[in-house]
């Protein structure tokens, strides 16, 4: 590819506004090979002038490099200027929180951000270290603040970073809000001309401690025998779920050590994220030679949490996001003192927390993927769950979802189950007698030409395939459901990685022979991924 003349002019005007002179001399760099006729060089400058970043499922993201289509300093300054001019054009004045993960670039940009809050005349409290996103979450709600901004890229590979933002009330922004911000950072001046603030307000150790305090308190037994490993996966959770656990009781946890520590290069795994193949090798690795009881994954950022289990056959494997959310909303249900309590998961999760919701005579909603969506579902929402390992245990508290709770009352059930002489499996097993066996599996493309995720999607609905009911959520979301009797198959682009993903799920009903009834499922769950692979891959 031959340099583009556009791409050119958009790469000299941005250098001439960035305030980073790193970044201004890494995209001169590249604009200068560019320009000797590198081809590399040209195909790479146009995908970082593919600008801006925009609001996806869970804020932005996106490499770690100079350029509107990246994160970098003149990306946040800009991001935030628009931000603060948003909530003061919407009466939105007062308290906004700043917080970071441990990723490459996170500091520099938590400190941008909150520079740019302060000079626009917000009382800025930046959190005092990395920590994960669940407690600025909890302080943006807890303190009435009017806004929470999170440096983190959760889950994604080491060289993303990501701005996430909260709202009053400390949930996600959704529609129109974030394409309102976005007009009001097209507004934005030059990064290099937004004032900046030199100082702001830091969050104490006392207000972190409100958070862990409100966490240990969640247990609702009284059984604590339990023996716990746990990895944060090179993240920032691993020594707030260990106080967390401590102080709800649970002292005897072990850390996966080669992953306990904040690493921003990952080095231990291929993708930071427990749903991953191999991720969490080496957390089971430490289940099994220290006889563990159960096994915690934090993601980096620590709002997402994965269980791992010892099967019947005494080899360990993880809970798959369904499985842990339709156990940990149980056990809310069999507990919750409100009158008509209301549970929520979305659209590509589990069907079978439905059924469990009406056993208990609670209310049961479906929302689209996202937790700014599950935590909109309505009002007395006492649980929320997303089978991509996102749970929400307390939403009076945290409007969002947060591993650390999750993994807190995960140890309650754990440790309850395990006085009583049963386990998680046993208490799965119970749930598909009472309800049906539900099956869900995954099938996930990675793409580098995001065009032909598009495509898929075309193809799929001009194409639908036969045997299913057909239907197509546009404009609602880019997302077709696939229906059959006991069978169905959502297919939707990622949010937040580049890769189309379909949703499958069988229910087999059980009548006195459980393990007849897996075997079926199991076999009708084989033979419908082979089908959707092939379907997704022609």
Not at 56 to 67: D, E, K, Q, S, Y
Not at 71 to 85: F, I
Not at 184 to 210: C, Q
Request: charged letters at 25%; proline letters at 7%; a negative charge.
């Amino acid at each position: 590819m031959s340099l583009a003349p556009a791409s050119r002019d958009a790469a000299f005007r941005w250098i001439a506004d960035d305030p980073d002179p790193a970044t201004r001399a890494e995209l001169q760099g590249v604009l200068a090979r560019a320009m000797g006729g590198d081809p590399v060089a040209a195909d790479e400058l146009a995908d970082r002038m593919n600008g801006p970043l925009t609001f996806g499922t869970a804020g932005l993201r996106g490499p770690v490099r100079a350029g509107p289509n990246g994160m970098n300093r003149a990306v946040v300054v800009r991001t935030t200027a628009g931000l603060a001019a948003w909530l003061t054009a919407n009466g939105h004045t007062g308290t906004v929180f700043v917080g970071r993960d441990a990723r490459h670039g996170s500091e520099d940009f938590a400190a941008a951000a909150a520079g740019v809050l302060a000079a626009a005349g917000f009382d800025v409290r930046a959190l005092p270290r990395p920590l994960p996103t669940p407690v600025l979450a909890f302080l943006v709600k807890r303190h009435g603040a009017v806004a929470g901004v999170q440096i983190t890229a959760s889950h994604n590979p080491p060289a993303d970073n990501g701005y996430k933002l909260y709202l009053a009330g400390g949930g996600q922004i959704v529609p129109p809000e974030d394409r309102e911000i976005e007009a009001a950072i097209r507004a934005v001046p030059a990064a290099v001309s937004v004032p900046l603030a030199g100082s702001w307000g830091t969050v104490t150790d006392a207000e972190v401690d409100e958070y862990l305090e409100r966490v240990a308190s969640l247990p609702r037994g009284t059984a604590r025998d339990l023996r716990v490993v746990l990895t944060p996966m090179h993240g920032v959770g691993g020594a707030t779920a260990v106080e967390a656990l401590r102080r709800a009781g649970f002292t005897d946890v072990r850390v996966v050590r080669e992953q306990a520590v904040p690493d921003a290069d990952f080095p231990t795994v291929a993708f930071p994220n427990p749903e991953e193949p191999g991720a969490a090798d080496r957390l089971l690795a430490l289940a099994a030679e220290v006889d563990a009881d159960l096994a915690i994954a934090l993601d980096p950022d620590a709002d997402r949490c994965a269980l791992g289990v010892r099967g019947r056959d005494g080899s360990w494997r993880m809970l798959r996001g369904d499985e842990t959310g339709v156990l940990l909303g149980s056990l809310v249900l069999s507990t919750v003192d409100r009158p008509a309590p209301l549970v929520a998961t979305t659209i590509v999760s589990s069907s079978l927390l439905g059924s469990v919701a009406a056993a208990h005579g609670a209310r049961y909603a479906e929302t689209l993927t996202g937790f700014k969506w599950l935590v909109r579902a309505g009002e007395g929402l006492v649980f929320a769950y997303e089978e991509a390992l996102g749970t929400c245990v307390d939403p009076d508290a945290v409007n969002d979802k947060d591993g650390i709770s999750a993994a807190v009352l995960a140890c309650d059930l754990a440790a309850g189950l395990k006085a009583s002489g049963r386990d998680l499996l046993d208490a799965l097993d119970q749930l598909a007698v009472d309800h049906g066996l539900h099956l869900t599996d995954q099938v996930s493309l990675r793409f580098t030409d995001l065009s032909l995720i598009g495509s898929l999607m075309a193809r799929l609905r001009a194409e639908p395939p036969a045997g299913f009911a057909f239907e197509d959520l546009l404009p609602r979301a880019d997302v077709v459901r696939l229906t059959a009797d006991g069978v169905r198959v959502v297919v939707r682009p990622s949010g937040t990685e580049p890769k189309l993903k379909a949703y499958l799920e069988v229910v087999e009903p059980v009548s006195d022979d459980l393990p007849a009834a897996r075997e079926r499922a199991t076999t009708r769950l084989a033979e419908l991924r082979a089908r959707v692979s092939e379907l997704l891959a022609t």
